[in-house]
Structures are given as structure tokens and as C-alpha cells.
């Protein structure tokens, strides 16, 4: 590894807020990488392992997430989702400690993906929800309202499923796909707007001009590049970074727009001093060096293949290699040297994978949308199995690993694996 490589990895951890091996406070973790500290168990089914679990009023395709010993989830109360909930349950016994329900209009979904589908975020003060069209909220941990601020009407053909982020004093809310999708900082104390960009896509909501489809369902992360904290963004035809304190475009790379639809899913991984990037809809794969500036589609840009597996789950940056989860049974996971992208092997799995990878002790998880979680080793040199644990049930979510458990919300319930 380089020098550059060495501290890029180090200064990616320490720009971020610390918590706790017992934390889990947002979509794919304490640092938005997919990386849990401690232990998990490695094996549970529907019967085995099991320490608690509830059953949920309705399917959703979010994640839960573990702050202070409780565990935060959002759904919908209805089908159409006109009322939006987000539950509070104790960590340790599944007990239901509160639920706060908003009011919302009727909203276009796809049948795989219906309301409730954001992923909370939590400091452990306050924890922040976004429902679309129905509106971002801030709670205590007892389930006050601090502040709500509408921000506009959010309508697709595939409803919406992006998540809030938490930096430093900052809500960091990537907002769409709808009429004017934005990314934009607001004040965790008030709610109050800092910086905010419109991201002009063209066409209509859900089509660009030729009718193919377009949209981004994807949650920003954050990384530190050169001193600095750089919110990346994937949009449907580019991805930009912005500086975290001013909401300055830092730099922006073309490069996802497709034949088939300008889309994107997975969240961008950071792979040493490189951005590895999957477009939607078996989109282009790309990887970006950082430090550039300005528009680096031919500066920084180490390649870009037309055509990948259908990208939906985000990846895993570990030791040289990106492992990544595909939505295709057939090339179900996917380990890939992010500097060519040439994939060193796949390996077909029970079922297409919506959910993401988490890294904890040495071992990958993942959970297909057949509700079976396979556990593996990272190797480049191949597939390692370890356990594959099923429970018979759909979900389109990414686990939570805290305090030595595995918290797994599929369809139906909300489970807590572990001793």
C-alpha cells in the first residue's frame, strides 16, 4: 500500500463521528462503509439463535439501525402509505418503547418497493427520519419532535428509498428521485438549511428524453481526501463531491448514463484513494481517483465498463478488493480489484441480493432478498463459505451488527440474532 493509500484509508475513519462497538447509527454503519467493530454470531434460523424478534405492521425495504440500546426502523402503516412510522424498540428484549406516525399524500411505489423503505440515523441524541414527500424528522431518543421541515413533493414510478446521513452538526440528505432532486446540508439542531444543490436531470419525474428511465436511490457517504471531508453524491448520470463545510462541488465525473436508463442504487465505495462506482440497471462500473478538481471524467477516471450485474446492495472495500452483492442470483457476489475491474471470481447464490454487505470479525454478510444470509471470507483467490443461514422470508434490507448481535428486518419481522 502507498503512503497516500495508507493515510487516505486512516483519514476516512478519523474525518468521521466515532461510536461505540455497539453502535450501528445509519444505513451500512458507524462510517457508512459497511464495517462493524466487535463480533456477530455466524449462524441463526427462524428457530435457532434467536433472542427476540416482533412482528412489523408492513414490508419495507429499510434497515434497521442500533443507537444507545434501542433499535430504530421506519414503515408504513397502509399500503398506500399514507401514514409513516417510525418505530423505537429496546435493543435487548424487542420490548416497543415508542412510535411516532406522520400524515402523507398518496405516492406512486413499485410492488418491490413499498413505503417506509429510508433508513433512520442516529447520533444518540437525536435520531433523524426522512419520508419523502411526507417530510425529514428530527426526535429525542424518546421520541419528542425537535423539528420537521417539509421539502417538497417526491414522486416516481419506483418511489423513493435514499437515506439521511449524520456528520459532524450536519443532516446530510440526498432528496429523490422526483421533481427536484437536491442534496442538501441542514442544521442537526434546528433543521435549518445550510447549503443545497438542484441536480437538473431533464426529461420527465421518471423518464429521461428518449423514455428510458432515470433516477437515484442512492445515500451519500462521506470521505476525508487531501485534509478534507468531501460528501459524495450518485446522482443518475454522474457522481459529485461536495465540501462538507461549504457545499462546494469539489469534483463531478460523467460517465452513468446508459442505453438502458440512467440509474443508480448502490452508495459509491471508497477503495484507498479511489471512488468504485456501479450504475443501476446492469449500469457502467467506473473508479475515480481522488484529489482531482472540476470535472475529471478524463483526468481521474482509471476506466469505465459499459455494462456490470444489476447493482442495488453497496460493497465492501477490504484488503485491495471490492466485494460487492449483485441483484442476480447468477453472479450473485462478486469479488473485483477496484484499479482494473476485473472481477477475480463471482459465485451464484439461492437468491438476488438487495441489501449490502456488512465486513464484522473477518467475515462478510449478506442477506438475499429469499431472507437467507450467506456469511463468507473476504479472499481474493476465491469463494470461502462459512454459514448460510435461512429464515424463509422476503427482504430487501441490509443488517445491523451491534454489541455481538445480528439485527435483521425482512418483511415481516424484526429479528435479533444472538446469545
Sequence with gaps: MSP???????????????????EWPGF??????????GSAPVTWSAQDNVKWKVALTQPSNGSPIVVGGRVFINSAEDVEGERRSTYCFDAQTGEQLWVK??????????????????????????????????????????????????LGEFRHMWGYGTSPIIHQDKVILYTGPGEKSFVA????????TIWQHVEIEGGTIDRREDDAPHGSWCTPIVARVDGEDQILVTYPKRIVAYEAASGEVVWSCDGLRQSRGDLAYSSPVIAGDLCFVVGGYKGPMMAIRL????????SHRLYRKEESPQSIGSG??????????????????????????????????????????????????????DGTTTVFKPSAE???????????????????????????RTHEHLYCFGK
Design 4 to 22: 497516500r493509500l495508507f493515510l487516505s484509508a486512516f483519514a476516512i475513519v478519523l474525518g468521521m463521528s466515532t461510536y461505540g462497538s455497539a
Design 291 to 298: 484529489g482531482g478538481k472540476g470535472e475529471v471524467s478524463e
Design 316 to 369: 465492501v472495500y477490504f484488503e485491495g478488493h471490492v466485494y460487492m452483492p449483485f441483484a442476480e442470483a447468477s453472479k450473485g457476489l462478486q469479488c473485483i480489484d477496484p484499479i482494473t475491474g476485473e472481477d477475480r471470481w463471482s459465485q451464484r447464490t439461492s437468491a438476488a441480493h438487495w441489501g449490502s454487505l456488512v465486513l464484522c470479525d473477518g467475515r462478510f454478510y449478506v442477506t438475499g432478498q
Design 382 to 408: 476465491g469463494y470461502e463459505e462459512v454459514a448460510i443461514n435461512e429464515l424463509g422470508e422476503t427482504c430487501n434490507g441490509t443488517l445491523a451488527i451491534s454489541d455481538g448481535h445480528v439485527f435483521i
Design 28 to 37: 451500512r454503519g458507524p462510517r457508512g462503509e459497511g464495517v462493524a467493530e
Design 185 to 192: 446540508a441542514l442544521a442537526l439542531e434546528s433543521g435549518k
Design 101 to 150: 406516525t406522520v400524515d402523507a399524500d398518496k405516492e406512486p411505489h413499485h410492488k418491490t418497493n413499498p413505503h417506509g423503505s429510508s433508513t433512520p440515523f442516529s447520533d444518540g441524541k437525536k435520531v433523524v427520519v426522512w419520508h419523502s414527500s411526507a417530510g425529514l424528522y428530527c426526535y429525542d431518543m424518546e421520541g419528542n419532535e425537535i423539528w420537521s421541515r417539509s
